[in-house]
Protein backbone atom coordinates (compact mmCIF):
# COMPACT_ATOMS: atom_id res chain seq x y z
CA UNK A 1 0.00 0.00 0.00
CA UNK A 2 1.10 3.69 -0.43
CA UNK A 3 3.08 3.23 -2.83
CA UNK A 4 3.49 6.78 -4.92
CA UNK A 5 6.32 8.84 -5.51
CA UNK A 6 5.29 11.42 -3.85
CA UNK A 7 4.01 9.38 -0.39
CA UNK A 8 6.99 8.47 1.70
CA UNK A 9 6.55 5.23 4.22
CA UNK A 10 8.46 4.89 7.27
CA UNK A 11 9.02 1.37 9.31
CA UNK A 12 8.48 1.54 13.18
CA UNK A 13 12.18 2.50 13.80
CA UNK A 14 12.14 5.10 11.71
CA UNK A 15 8.98 6.97 12.88
CA UNK A 16 10.48 10.57 13.12
CA UNK A 17 11.68 11.71 16.25
CA UNK A 18 10.12 14.97 18.30
CA UNK A 19 8.00 16.49 15.56
CA UNK A 20 4.10 16.43 15.56
CA UNK A 21 2.77 12.89 14.01
CA UNK A 22 -0.96 11.61 13.94
CA UNK A 23 -2.41 8.28 15.22
CA UNK A 24 -5.18 6.20 13.06
CA UNK A 25 -7.30 3.63 13.44
CA UNK A 26 -5.73 0.62 10.90
CA UNK A 27 -9.69 0.58 9.58
CA UNK A 28 -8.98 3.84 7.71
CA UNK A 29 -5.97 3.11 5.61
CA UNK A 30 -8.03 1.83 2.56
CA UNK A 31 -9.70 4.87 2.55
CA UNK A 32 -6.67 7.03 3.26
CA UNK A 33 -4.60 5.84 0.64
CA UNK A 34 -7.10 6.51 -2.00
CA UNK A 35 -7.92 9.71 -0.38
CA UNK A 36 -3.73 10.57 -0.45
CA UNK A 37 -3.08 9.75 -3.54
CA UNK A 38 -5.44 11.95 -5.34
CA UNK A 39 -4.65 14.63 -3.43
CA UNK A 40 -0.66 14.49 -3.99
CA UNK A 41 -1.83 13.88 -7.76
CA UNK A 42 -4.15 17.13 -7.54
CA UNK A 43 -6.95 15.27 -8.31
CA UNK A 44 -9.24 15.44 -5.10
CA UNK A 45 -9.38 17.04 -1.96
CA UNK A 46 -7.09 16.56 0.77
CA UNK A 47 -6.69 13.51 2.62
CA UNK A 48 -7.27 14.72 6.25
CA UNK A 49 -10.80 14.31 5.56
CA UNK A 50 -10.91 10.83 5.78
CA UNK A 51 -10.72 9.22 9.14
CA UNK A 52 -10.03 10.81 12.77
CA UNK A 53 -6.71 11.92 14.02
CA UNK A 54 -4.83 11.94 17.31
CA UNK A 55 -2.36 13.94 17.87
CA UNK A 56 0.76 12.50 19.43
CA UNK A 57 4.99 12.78 19.01
CA UNK A 58 7.26 10.14 19.20
CA UNK A 59 9.83 10.31 21.36
CA UNK A 60 12.06 7.35 22.16
CA UNK A 61 12.17 4.09 19.67
CA UNK A 62 13.58 1.04 21.53
CA UNK A 63 13.64 -2.33 20.97
CA UNK A 64 10.14 -3.91 21.99
CA UNK A 65 8.10 -0.13 22.05
CA UNK A 66 8.55 3.45 21.25
CA UNK A 67 7.35 6.11 23.78
CA UNK A 68 4.84 8.64 22.35
CA UNK A 69 3.36 11.83 23.76
CA UNK A 70 -0.68 11.94 23.53
CA UNK A 71 -2.51 14.85 23.38
CA UNK A 72 -5.90 13.75 24.01
CA UNK A 73 -6.78 17.66 24.27
CA UNK A 74 -4.66 20.71 23.05
CA UNK A 75 -8.36 23.25 23.33
CA UNK A 76 -8.99 24.48 26.25
CA UNK A 77 -5.56 22.87 28.16
CA UNK A 78 -2.36 21.23 27.00
CA UNK A 79 -2.99 17.63 28.41
CA UNK A 80 -0.07 15.15 27.83
CA UNK A 81 0.24 12.20 28.11
CA UNK A 82 2.99 9.38 28.17
CA UNK A 83 2.43 6.19 26.55
CA UNK A 84 3.80 3.64 24.67
CA UNK A 85 3.15 2.17 21.64
CA UNK A 86 4.31 -1.79 21.27
CA UNK A 87 6.15 -2.90 17.76
CA UNK A 88 3.41 -5.65 17.30
CA UNK A 89 0.31 -2.93 17.42
CA UNK A 90 2.43 -0.65 15.00
CA UNK A 91 0.95 -0.99 11.32
CA UNK A 92 2.48 1.53 9.31
CA UNK A 93 3.55 5.59 8.68
CA UNK A 94 2.98 7.47 5.80
CA UNK A 95 3.98 11.38 4.87
CA UNK A 96 3.97 13.76 2.13
CA UNK A 97 6.15 16.03 2.67
CA UNK A 98 5.88 17.29 -0.82
CA UNK A 99 2.55 17.85 0.08
CA UNK A 100 2.58 18.44 4.02
CA UNK A 101 1.31 15.88 4.87
CA UNK A 102 2.64 14.99 8.52
CA UNK A 103 3.57 11.68 9.66
CA UNK A 104 0.09 9.65 10.08
CA UNK A 105 1.05 6.00 12.15
CA UNK A 106 -1.63 3.58 11.78
CA UNK A 107 -1.83 1.33 14.47
CA UNK A 108 -4.17 -1.60 15.26
CA UNK A 109 -7.68 -0.86 16.20
CA UNK A 110 -7.78 -3.09 19.39
CA UNK A 111 -4.94 -0.50 20.72
CA UNK A 112 -6.38 2.76 19.75
CA UNK A 113 -9.85 1.70 21.45
CA UNK A 114 -7.86 0.51 24.46
CA UNK A 115 -5.96 3.87 24.60
CA UNK A 116 -9.61 5.67 24.73
CA UNK A 117 -11.12 3.55 26.90
CA UNK A 118 -9.18 2.42 29.71
CA UNK A 119 -8.91 4.23 33.10
CA UNK A 120 -5.88 7.39 33.30
CA UNK A 121 -5.63 8.47 36.71
CA UNK A 122 -4.36 11.91 39.02
CA UNK A 123 -1.93 11.00 41.88
CA UNK A 124 -1.34 13.13 45.21
CA UNK A 125 0.97 12.15 47.75
CA UNK A 126 0.85 14.07 50.24
CA UNK A 127 3.58 14.44 53.01
CA UNK A 128 3.70 15.83 56.79
CA UNK A 129 6.82 18.06 57.71
CA UNK A 130 8.77 17.42 60.59
CA UNK A 131 7.27 13.63 61.86
CA UNK A 132 10.76 12.63 63.36
CA UNK A 133 10.73 15.71 65.40
CA UNK A 134 7.20 15.76 66.55
CA UNK A 135 7.77 11.79 67.46
CA UNK A 136 10.86 12.43 69.78
CA UNK A 137 9.07 15.21 71.14
CA UNK A 138 5.92 12.77 71.56
CA UNK A 139 3.20 15.56 70.32
CA UNK A 140 1.82 12.76 67.99
CA UNK A 141 -0.55 11.04 70.42
CA UNK A 142 -3.36 8.26 69.40
CA UNK A 143 -6.26 10.52 69.93
CA UNK A 144 -4.49 13.12 67.44
CA UNK A 145 -3.96 10.71 65.06
CA UNK A 146 -7.80 9.61 65.39
CA UNK A 147 -9.25 12.83 65.01
CA UNK A 148 -6.90 13.15 61.87
CA UNK A 149 -7.97 10.16 60.43
CA UNK A 150 -12.00 11.63 61.32
CA UNK A 151 -11.37 14.99 59.71
CA UNK A 152 -9.54 13.50 56.67
CA UNK A 153 -12.67 11.50 56.78
CA UNK A 154 -15.06 14.33 56.18
CA UNK A 155 -12.94 16.05 53.29
CA UNK A 156 -13.15 12.58 52.09
CA UNK A 157 -16.74 12.15 52.25
CA UNK A 158 -17.34 15.91 50.53
CA UNK A 159 -15.24 14.36 47.17
CA UNK A 160 -16.67 10.94 46.49
CA UNK A 161 -14.44 10.84 43.09
CA UNK A 162 -11.28 10.95 44.77
CA UNK A 163 -9.68 7.87 46.77
CA UNK A 164 -7.78 8.40 50.21
CA UNK A 165 -5.60 6.25 51.38
CA UNK A 166 -3.87 7.81 54.98
CA UNK A 167 -0.87 6.44 56.52
CA UNK A 168 -1.26 9.17 59.40
CA UNK A 169 1.39 11.43 58.50
CA UNK A 170 1.41 10.94 54.40
CA UNK A 171 -1.52 10.39 52.46
CA UNK A 172 -2.08 9.31 48.94
CA UNK A 173 -5.16 10.64 46.73
CA UNK A 174 -5.89 9.09 43.52
CA UNK A 175 -8.82 10.41 40.73
CA UNK A 176 -9.87 8.52 37.60
CA UNK A 177 -10.36 10.41 34.33
CA UNK A 178 -11.45 9.19 30.87
CA UNK A 179 -10.27 11.05 28.07
CA UNK A 180 -13.48 10.50 25.67
CA UNK A 181 -14.16 9.10 21.99
CA UNK A 182 -15.85 10.97 19.59
CA UNK A 183 -18.42 7.98 18.51
CA UNK A 184 -18.91 6.50 21.92
CA UNK A 185 -20.58 8.41 24.92
CA UNK A 186 -17.48 8.75 27.13
CA UNK A 187 -16.91 11.98 27.96
CA UNK A 188 -13.60 13.81 28.67
CA UNK A 189 -13.53 14.17 32.37
CA UNK A 190 -10.04 15.34 33.04
CA UNK A 191 -10.20 18.68 35.33
CA UNK A 192 -6.94 18.28 37.55
CA UNK A 193 -7.75 21.36 39.63
CA UNK A 194 -10.52 19.69 41.52
CA UNK A 195 -7.68 17.74 43.54
CA UNK A 196 -5.67 20.77 43.90
CA UNK A 197 -7.85 22.21 45.34
CA UNK A 198 -8.36 19.87 48.30
CA UNK A 199 -4.99 21.00 49.18
CA UNK A 200 -5.90 24.04 51.48
CA UNK A 201 -8.51 22.16 53.34
CA UNK A 202 -5.73 19.02 53.82
CA UNK A 203 -2.80 21.39 54.97
CA UNK A 204 -5.47 23.39 57.61
CA UNK A 205 -6.62 19.38 59.15
CA UNK A 206 -3.09 18.91 59.62
CA UNK A 207 -1.79 21.75 61.09
CA UNK A 208 -4.97 22.36 63.05
CA UNK A 209 -4.93 18.64 64.41
CA UNK A 210 -0.70 17.92 64.52
CA UNK A 211 0.35 21.11 64.16
CA UNK A 212 2.16 20.02 61.29
CA UNK A 213 2.58 22.01 57.90
CA UNK A 214 2.54 19.24 54.61
CA UNK A 215 3.96 18.92 51.03
CA UNK A 216 2.53 17.65 48.02
CA UNK A 217 3.51 15.75 45.03
CA UNK A 218 1.21 15.68 41.87
CA UNK A 219 1.22 13.32 38.21
CA UNK A 220 -1.09 12.53 36.08
CA UNK A 221 -1.43 9.74 32.66
CA UNK A 222 -2.36 6.63 31.99
CA UNK A 223 -2.66 3.75 34.38
CA UNK A 224 -1.73 0.18 33.25
CA UNK A 225 -4.58 -1.19 35.99
CA UNK A 226 -7.07 -1.18 33.64
CA UNK A 227 -9.95 -0.91 36.35
CA UNK A 228 -12.42 2.08 36.28
CA UNK A 229 -13.14 1.74 40.45
CA UNK A 230 -10.88 4.23 42.46
CA UNK A 231 -10.05 1.17 45.01
CA UNK A 232 -10.97 -2.08 45.71
CA UNK A 233 -11.91 -3.82 49.00
CA UNK A 234 -12.08 -7.35 50.01
CA UNK A 235 -14.99 -8.79 51.00
CA UNK A 236 -12.75 -9.55 54.32
CA UNK A 237 -12.16 -6.11 54.47
CA UNK A 238 -8.14 -7.15 55.19
CA UNK A 239 -6.70 -6.22 51.25
CA UNK A 240 -7.51 -2.71 50.10
CA UNK A 241 -5.96 -1.90 46.24
CA UNK A 242 -5.45 1.29 44.95
CA UNK A 243 -5.85 -0.27 41.87
CA UNK A 244 -2.83 1.44 40.38
CA UNK A 245 -0.24 0.36 37.82
CA UNK A 246 2.10 2.51 35.74
CA UNK A 247 4.12 5.57 35.30
CA UNK A 248 2.24 8.42 37.01
CA UNK A 249 2.10 6.03 40.56
CA UNK A 250 5.48 5.59 40.08
CA UNK A 251 5.95 9.10 39.42
CA UNK A 252 5.15 10.39 43.16
CA UNK A 253 7.81 8.86 44.83
CA UNK A 254 10.73 9.50 42.17
CA UNK A 255 9.76 13.45 42.08
CA UNK A 256 9.60 13.19 46.04
CA UNK A 257 13.23 11.35 46.33
CA UNK A 258 14.88 14.03 43.52
CA UNK A 259 12.85 17.18 45.02
CA UNK A 260 14.36 16.40 48.62
CA UNK A 261 17.95 15.75 46.85
CA UNK A 262 17.92 19.02 45.15
CA UNK A 263 16.60 20.93 48.53
CA UNK A 264 19.86 19.40 50.32
CA UNK A 265 21.98 20.53 47.26
CA UNK A 266 20.46 23.98 47.48
CA UNK A 267 19.08 23.93 43.96
CA UNK A 268 15.74 25.56 45.39
CA UNK A 269 14.07 26.15 48.09
CA UNK A 270 11.44 23.66 50.00
CA UNK A 271 8.02 24.27 48.15
CA UNK A 272 4.14 23.47 48.83
CA UNK A 273 4.22 21.22 45.90
CA UNK A 274 5.95 19.28 43.26
CA UNK A 275 4.23 19.10 40.12
CA UNK A 276 5.05 16.79 37.45
CA UNK A 277 5.91 18.61 34.05
CA UNK A 278 3.00 17.14 32.19
CA UNK A 279 0.56 17.74 35.23
CA UNK A 280 1.99 21.09 35.38
CA UNK A 281 1.11 22.25 32.03
CA UNK A 282 -2.01 20.89 31.76
CA UNK A 283 -3.39 23.40 34.52
CA UNK A 284 -5.74 25.87 33.54
CA UNK A 285 -3.94 29.25 34.52
CA UNK A 286 -5.40 32.72 34.59
CA UNK A 287 -4.55 35.00 31.81
CA UNK A 288 -1.36 36.95 32.00
CA UNK A 289 -0.10 34.36 34.50
CA UNK A 290 3.26 33.10 32.14
CA UNK A 291 3.54 29.46 33.73
CA UNK A 292 6.69 29.26 31.42
CA UNK A 293 8.56 31.49 33.94
CA UNK A 294 8.74 29.33 36.62
CA UNK A 295 11.95 26.90 37.09
CA UNK A 296 11.94 23.39 36.54
CA UNK A 297 13.87 20.25 37.65
CA UNK A 298 14.93 17.09 36.43
CA UNK A 299 14.31 13.79 37.44
CA UNK A 300 14.35 10.35 36.92
CA UNK A 301 11.27 8.88 36.13
CA UNK A 302 10.54 5.21 36.52
CA UNK A 303 9.73 3.38 33.21
CA UNK A 304 10.30 6.03 30.74
CA UNK A 305 13.88 6.65 29.36
CA UNK A 306 13.88 10.56 28.67
CA UNK A 307 13.91 13.57 30.47
CA UNK A 308 11.30 14.29 33.08
CA UNK A 309 11.04 17.46 34.80
CA UNK A 310 9.23 18.69 37.93
CA UNK A 311 8.09 22.34 39.13
CA UNK A 312 8.32 23.49 42.84
CA UNK A 313 5.50 25.90 43.65
CA UNK A 314 3.55 27.40 46.31
CA UNK A 315 -0.12 26.57 47.82
CA UNK A 316 -0.44 30.38 46.73
CA UNK A 317 0.67 30.42 43.25
CA UNK A 318 -1.59 27.98 42.39
CA UNK A 319 -4.33 29.51 44.10
CA UNK A 320 -3.49 33.06 42.69
CA UNK A 321 -3.07 31.81 39.28
CA UNK A 322 -5.53 28.78 38.38
CA UNK A 323 -8.83 29.58 36.48
CA UNK A 324 -12.04 29.14 38.84
CA UNK A 325 -13.48 25.67 38.64
CA UNK A 326 -16.20 25.61 35.82
Not at 302 to 325: G, K, W
Request: with cysteine; charged share 20%.
Amino acid sequence: MFDHPMIQVCAFDDVPLDRDISLMDECWMAEFETALVMSVEERGKSAYLVGRYAGAAARTIGREMMELSWYPNVHDRFHEVHITLPRNEFVTCVASWQYDYKPIVFVKSAWLDNLYFRSHSVFALVDAINVKKALQCGSLTRQKLIELRERINEIATANPTVAFMSFADSLLLKSNYSVGKYNRRIKYTYQPEKIIRLLPHLASVYKAVLGLDIYAVFTQGSNEYYDDRLLYISRSKNHISFNSLGLPFAQTQAIEHQARMAYKAGLHPAADAYLDETFYHSLRFKRGFDKNKESKFPYVAPMATRSSYYFPVSFQLLADNLEPLS
